[in-house]
């Protein structure tokens, strides 16, 4: 355990809640913190703070006079990213060890700006009374605990128990932040979905063989994690056999990217070099929420889009989930998608399209079996779309491969694409995927290698 007393900034408008947030700095003291009161106010400089007003908007070159005469949503910003800019001085300044914040939903907007700022794995707590509905706006893509302090205002015999619970916890969290002095293994990502799962198994298994650790990728949003965590280095492999959230920002999904994040998926990868399989599972669909919009199921409905065992409507996922399927147009996007991201990587790259079908979902009677994720007996799987001159295709991946054979710089001999005639659920095509990471991460992978295999048909 670190005896050292942590360094907690206890952030607010103080203006408003300057005794809350006094009151949250008195319990990390008596936690065992050191609270650094930090000033986020959007109308008044209330002249006490350990690091007041002023001094934050100084690190973007304002005036607080700026702020006080903006609109609400302005100041917002105008206060958010100065307070990114200057928690983030004092963390590169190792002068910081954990935040905590105190607030109802302008307080929250605000802290969480500046609290976005930080690494993965710094502690963040944000008490915000807001803290039961959708909060993916204030995450973005970061780690910050969100707890529910009741009130948003207000020193009393309840919230006195919560908030010192949560000052108990950023302390605790401060005081344990640093890694113990473990083996610590290179980190490879694996995204998946629970469609894809039996494969994304096959080949984390593999790279554990190999010694490395893994981080499972869920595909609702953490993409965005995951493209951070390349460009810090953490991660240093991929598997990007699922990046199927693409589609769900396509749709506009609940389960897709948060928008404060500004980053760009399949990027972080080819900007670093590192060996990276990429596949299109999760593309043959999107989670979307339970109510799917008009102008989505009339393509249901005219059968633009496939609808589950001809039902003019698409298949239920479960209470939260809705499967909506990408259509002819749809899947051309996607493709132009991925295909002009991968063409700039600096590192080996292989794009790898299994052509039998990209989910458990996406897959033919013929080919359906309970340990694919779809028995038999259910027929087709809900988003199956079987290509009209090989029907053991997928519709689909020939519309994809089209589009990337038409866009793939041949030039770059970072990259190869390569189609196979497998199912992505095959244990046969998992196993070429270990084959193809292997090779990159021995230094024998080359462009046109896998070409004389039985499954590789180009």
């Given at each position: 355990?670190?005896?050292?007393k942590?360094?907690?900034?206890?952030?607010?408008?103080?203006?408003?809640?300057?005794?809350?947030?006094?009151?949250l700095?008195?319990?990390?003291?008596?936690?065992?913190?050191?609270?650094?009161?930090?000033?986020i106010?959007?109308?008044?400089?209330?002249?006490?703070?350990?690091?007041?007003?002023?001094?934050?908007?100084?690190?973007?070159?304002?005036k607080?006079?700026?702020?006080?005469?903006?609109?609400?949503?302005?100041?917002?910003?105008?206060?958010?990213?100065?307070?990114?800019?200057?928690?983030?001085?004092l963390?590169?300044?190792?002068?910081?060890?954990?935040?905590?914040?105190?607030?109802?939903?302008?307080?929250?907007?605000?802290?969480?700006?500046?609290?976005?700022?930080?690494?993965?794995g710094?502690?963040?707590?944000?008490?915000?009374?807001?803290?039961?509905?959708?909060?993916?706006?204030?995450?973005?893509?970061?780690?910050?605990?969100?707890?529910?302090?009741?009130?948003?205002?207000?020193?009393?015999?309840?919230?006195?128990?919560?908030?010192?619970?949560?000052?108990?916890?950023?302390?605790?969290?401060?005081?344990?932040?640093?890694?113990?002095?473990?083996?610590?293994?290179?980190?490879?990502?694996?995204?998946?979905?629970?469609?894809?799962?039996?494969?994304?198994?096959k080949?984390?298994?593999?790279?554990?063989?190999?010694?490395?650790?893994?981080?499972?990728?869920?595909?609702?949003?953490?993409?965005?994690?995951?493209?951070?965590?390349?460009?810090?280095?953490e991660?240093?492999a991929?598997y990007e056999?699922?990046?199927?959230?693409?589609?769900?920002?396509?749709?506009?999904?609940?389960?897709?990217?948060?928008?404060?994040w500004t980053?760009?998926?399949?990027?972080?990868?080819?900007?670093?070099?590192?060996?990276?399989?990429?596949?299109?599972?999760?593309?043959?669909?999107?989670?979307?929420?339970?109510?799917?919009?008009?102008?989505?199921?009339?393509?249901?409905?005219k059968?633009?889009?496939?609808?589950?065992?001809?039902?003019?409507?698409?298949?239920?996922?479960?209470?939260?989930?809705t499967?909506?399927?990408?259509?002819?147009?749809?899947?051309?996007?996607?493709?132009?998608?991925?295909?002009?991201?991968?063409?700039?990587?600096?590192?080996p790259?292989?794009?790898?399209?299994?052509?039998?079908?990209?989910?458990?979902?996406?897959?033919?009677?013929?080919?359906?079996?309970?340990?694919?994720?779809?028995?038999?007996e259910n027929g087709?799987?809900?988003?199956?779309?079987?290509?009209?001159?090989?029907?053991?295709?997928?519709?689909?991946?020939?519309?994809?491969?089209?589009?990337?054979?038409?866009?793939?710089?041949?030039?770059?001999?970072?990259?190869?694409i390569?189609?196979?005639?497998?199912?992505i659920?095959?244990?046969?095509?998992?196993?070429?995927?270990?084959?193809?990471m292997?090779?990159?991460?021995?230094?024998?992978?080359?462009?046109?290698?896998?070409?004389?295999?039985?499954?590789?048909?180009?």
């Amino acid at each position: 355990m670190n005896n050292k007393k942590p360094n907690i900034i206890c952030m607010g408008i103080l203006d408003i809640k300057g005794d809350e947030i006094k009151f949250l700095a008195e319990e990390v003291e008596r936690a065992g913190g050191n609270p650094i009161i930090m000033e986020i106010s959007l109308g008044h400089e209330v002249g006490w703070a350990d690091i007041g007003l002023s001094e934050v908007l100084a690190e973007s070159g304002l005036k607080k006079e700026e702020v006080f005469k903006s609109s609400r949503s302005d100041a917002i910003s105008l206060v958010g990213t100065a307070g990114a800019m200057k928690i983030k001085k004092l963390y590169d300044e190792n002068k910081i060890d954990g935040v905590i914040s105190w607030a109802g939903s302008v307080g929250t907007s605000t802290a969480t700006m500046v609290m976005r700022a930080l690494p993965i794995g710094f502690p963040k707590i944000m008490l915000s009374t807001l803290a039961s509905g959708d909060v993916s706006s204030w995450l973005g893509n970061k780690d910050i605990y969100i707890v529910n302090p009741i009130s948003e205002k207000g020193v009393n015999k309840v919230t006195r128990k919560l908030i010192g619970n949560a000052a108990a916890a950023i302390v605790g969290m401060s005081r344990y932040r640093e890694v113990r002095n473990v083996d610590v293994k290179p980190l490879v990502a694996l995204t998946a979905y629970g469609t894809t799962t039996p494969t994304v198994i096959k080949c984390e298994q593999y790279m554990h063989e190999r010694g490395w650790d893994s981080i499972i990728i869920h595909q609702v949003g953490t993409g965005a994690t995951m493209e951070d965590l390349i460009d810090s280095g953490e991660i240093t492999a991929v598997y990007e056999i699922t990046p199927g959230e693409i589609s769900n920002n396509m749709y506009g999904s609940i389960y897709g990217i948060s928008k404060e994040w500004t980053g760009d998926r399949l990027t972080a990868a080819s900007r670093k070099g590192i060996p990276q399989i990429v596949c299109p599972g999760g593309l043959d669909q999107s989670a979307y929420q339970t109510v799917v919009p008009e102008k989505y199921l009339e393509g249901f409905r005219k059968g633009t889009r496939v609808s589950y065992k001809n039902s003019k409507a698409p298949y239920v996922h479960n209470s939260a989930v809705t499967i909506m399927v990408p259509d002819k147009e749809d899947t051309e996007e996607l493709a132009l998608y991925v295909i002009n991201r991968l063409n700039k990587t600096t590192g080996p790259t292989a794009l790898i399209v299994p052509m039998r079908g990209w989910s458990a979902y996406d897959q033919s009677v013929e080919n359906a079996s309970v340990d694919s994720g779809w028995a038999k007996e259910n027929g087709d799987g809900p988003v199956w779309w079987p290509d009209p001159d090989n029907a053991k295709w997928s519709r689909r991946a020939t519309l994809m491969w089209d589009v990337f054979m038409k866009n793939w710089d041949r030039n770059n001999s970072n990259l190869d694409i390569i189609k196979c005639d497998n199912h992505i659920l095959d244990a046969d095509f998992a196993q070429f995927l270990n084959t193809c990471m292997g090779d990159m991460l021995d230094k024998k992978w080359k462009k046109g290698l896998y070409r004389e295999l039985k499954n590789v048909v180009e």
